[in-house]
């Protein structure tokens, strides 16, 4: 079945500590992304991936890092989380020439 | 530059009663359309694409959507809405050829349904 998966669903966290969701994506896309959901505030893209080891900054990406070591694998890494980081996560994964998202089913994160 | 806009935030239909989301975009050609649905505590589900061809496009749950070329328009509808259908929707836009791969969202609209 193809699929994003995301982990974790849920996660609580206090300033300052450092944390990663993980997203991984069986379907061999080469384009991947990260985005935040607020309320009012749709979805936004924090950063994306066109291949491994190439990335680039979305429309959110400070107090964000991403890694693409492999192509099925794009993580999200919070150095210092912030509480403005409390949000819903979305990892996305996209065929070539603009197709649909294939999303994972997010992450909950708050930081205390 | 490419943008999606969903003018309302919030709908309030009655359960059997009609359905229309509004979603405008801009874009220098036909670009490719979708909605999304979340469900509370769900992830993001596609509703339907366009992409080319008919411009009345049926999609999962009853839900169609028609695009309008001359009004940059792709506005979501349902002819009976189900309690069930209260939800979040997003309406998407992606660059038509491009090998990036970017979608452009609405800041989405969020639909209850009263019995």
């Known amino acids: 079945e193809a699929q994003v998966t995301q982990n974790p669903r849920y996660l609580i966290t206090v300033t300052g500590k450092k944390l990663t969701v993980t997203c991984s994506q069986n379907?061999?896309?080469?384009?991947m992304s990260w985005y935040r959901q607020d309320p009012g505030l749709g979805l936004r893209q924090i950063y994306y991936?066109?291949?491994?080891?190439?990335?680039d900054k979305g429309d959110v990406p400070e107090g964000y890092k991403v890694s693409r070591k492999e192509k099925r694998n794009f993580p999200l890494i919070l150095e210092s989380p912030s509480p403005n980081q409390t949000s819903l996560y979305f990892c996305a994964s996209t065929p070539p020439r603009g197709s649909e998202a294939f999303f994972g089913q997010g992450t909950r994160l708050t930081v205390v | 530059a490419q943008s999606v806009t969903q003018p309302d935030i919030h709908i309030t239909v009655s359960e059997g009663a009609s359905l229309e989301l509004r979603c405008n975009y801009s874009?220098?050609?036909?670009?490719?359309l979708f909605w999304y649905v979340q469900s509370p505590g769900q992830g993001l589900q596609l509703l339907l694409k366009y992409f080319s061809g008919d411009t009345l496009v049926q999609g999962i749950k009853g839900f169609e959507a028609e695009f309008k070329r001359s009004q940059s328009s792709f506005n979501l509808r349902k002819p009976s809405v189900h309690w069930s259908d209260a939800a979040e929707y997003f309406c998407?836009?992606?660059?038509?050829?491009?090998?990036?791969?970017?979608?452009?969202f609405g800041r989405g609209t969020q639909l209850t349904v009263w019995p």
């Open positions: 998407g836009l992606a660059d038509r050829g491009s090998t990036l791969g970017r979608l452009y």
């Open positions: 379907m061999n896309h080469e384009y």
């Open positions: 991936s066109m291949n491994v080891e190439v990335t």
């Open positions: 874009y220098g050609a036909t670009p490719y």
